[in-house]
């Protein structure tokens, strides 16, 4: 009988477990058989070490579930404003030591602010008033806000929140704020893209003042223009509301102004005089397909303001003008624009190895998925790759047929990111879309298929998950 007791009372050592038990103790962060009796006994679980599958999934589901409470009392913690924001304006608490995200971003906004103290009134307010701080997406144009708070038309305290959708609620706020005068719901956009000049242009038309009169105007706008600008879609930018107005003034329609969002003419508007002429094109020819937008404009800025490089000897390049400086939209007509861009992409096509550049890869990653099965013979394997060299920039054009490969310079530089969605089933791997990223702004900008198509909704499906996965933002034109 003692041999017995003394038996009993020996320590078992997990390696005696079953391989299932030890796996289950490791996964629940337990290093001995003792120690998961304690916290059996602690959570009032069966003390054996024989256990089911469900009863090991029960003692999961609560090593979960109090890992989870933790963390949420923790996010509590830090979600209490009303006593944490004085703690961050007072550089008590660094943005660091944050775990919530809202207070995260709420310490960088105090960081870049030149108006703290206004800021802090004003956060404090919106917590008691409002939903706009319970994500961090409204946190920089509250910042904004603040920043510009001199011009404030009305106290925050007079103004009550009417509307659920916290869109809407930070556009009431911006105008209760700085708006005695209508204005335009895409505008709402310059809280958030650090532009001080848009910013100070919302002011300008929140005081009834006209457009064409604001300060820093990139292009002159005749009456018919800044009217068509203050009707532009919400998901517009300004500039591309910018362009809105001129199309609609000149004749063109809703079309036409989609097609050049994600161009070069909704990024720079130098050389406007000439640029005008190629809108006034596309709208003397309405039959011409808006998907040509893009290319023909790229062909354009090429031969007219493009420096070519020619090599003098082997391995030494020099610049020299652009290919037609003195380019003219005069006589020209969509056919003959058209065969010039065909042959042009020929060209690109046969760039010899010698001017071949490679660029380093950006911080996004590539995106796999596997669709399909083997039994029923319908395996698909969708990706998307980057492409980081000149050479594989023109194999794709030449694969899809578009001029991608002009954008060599530019994904050198780091201002673009060019990438490749391709499939490979029984049929082999084929190139399907090419999408263009703008890696500071995390944007998809642009995604052309063969000969310049638009993405079919599958193919936006796919990119939509890859945006997810990678934190990008998708173009609203797309």
């Not at 005008?276 to 404009?297: E, G, Y």
């Not at 999408?435 to 998809?444: D, N, T, Y």
Request: glycine share 6%.
């Amino acid at each position: 009988m003692a041999q017995k007791r003394k038996k009993s009372q020996r320590k078992i050592r997990i390696e005696e477990c079953s391989h299932e038990m030890q796996a289950h103790i490791h996964q629940l962060g337990i290093s001995s058989v003792e120690g998961y009796k304690e916290w059996c006994r602690a959570h009032n679980f069966n003390q054996g070490l024989e256990k089911n599958s469900r009863q090991r999934r029960d003692e999961l589901y609560v090593l979960t579930r109090t890992r989870a409470a933790k963390i949420m009392a923790k996010e509590k913690k830090d979600r209490n404003l009303s006593e944490i924001l004085p703690k961050i304006y007072n550089q008590e608490l660094r943005s660091e030591k944050l775990q919530n995200p809202v207070t995260r971003a709420i310490s960088v906004a105090f960081e870049g602010s030149i108006a703290p103290k206004v800021l802090l009134e004003l956060l404090l307010y919106l917590e008691d008033n409002s939903d706009l701080l319970k994500e961090t997406s409204y946190i920089q144009g509250i910042a904004a806000l603040a920043n510009h708070h001199e011009s404030w038309l009305r106290s925050p305290e007079t103004w009550k929140v009417k509307k659920h959708n916290r869109d809407r609620q930070f556009s009431e706020l911006a105008r209760h704020l700085l708006a005695a005068y209508e204005v335009p719901l895409f505008m709402d956009s310059v809280w958030f893209n650090g532009n001080v000049t848009h910013q100070n242009w919302f002011k300008h038309i929140g005081t009834g003042q006209n457009i064409r009169t604001a300060t820093d105007m990139p292009i002159p706008l005749t009456k018919k223009m800044a009217h068509h600008f203050l009707k532009a879609p919400r998901h517009y930018t300004i500039d591309e509301a910018l362009r809105w107005g001129q199309v609609h003034a000149l004749g063109g329609d809703k079309y036409l102004a989609d097609a050049l969002r994600g161009t070069r003419l909704t990024e720079t508007f130098s050389n406007d005089d000439f640029w005008i002429n190629v809108i006034r094109f596309f709208i003397a020819n309405p039959m011409l397909d808006v998907n040509h937008a893009n290319p023909i404009i790229d062909y354009i800025w090429h031969q007219k303001y493009e420096n070519q490089r020619v090599f003098v000897e082997r391995g030494v390049a020099r610049e020299i003008g652009p290919a037609q400086p003195n380019f003219s939209m005069r006589r020209r007509t969509p056919e003959t624009l058209l065969r010039q861009v065909e042959a042009w992409h020929g060209e690109l096509g046969r760039e010899a190895k010698g001017g071949e550049l490679e660029w380093f890869g950006s911080e996004i990653g590539e995106f796999h998925t596997l669709e399909g099965s083997e039994a029923a013979r319908n395996m698909k394997f969708w990706s998307i790759r980057e492409l980081l060299s000149s050479d594989e920039l023109i194999d794709e054009g030449r694969a899809l047929g578009h001029c991608v490969s002009t954008y060599a310079r530019s994904c050198h530089t780091g201002r673009s990111s060019i990438w490749s969605l391709e499939i490979e089933d029984e049929n082999g791997r084929r190139k399907i879309l090419t999408i263009e990223v703008a890696p500071q702004a995390k944007l998809i900008r642009q995604v052309r298929g063969k000969r310049n198509r638009s993405a079919t909704p599958k193919e936006k499906d796919l990119l939509g998950r890859w945006a997810e996965q990678e934190g990008l933002r998708l173009a609203g034109y797309i």
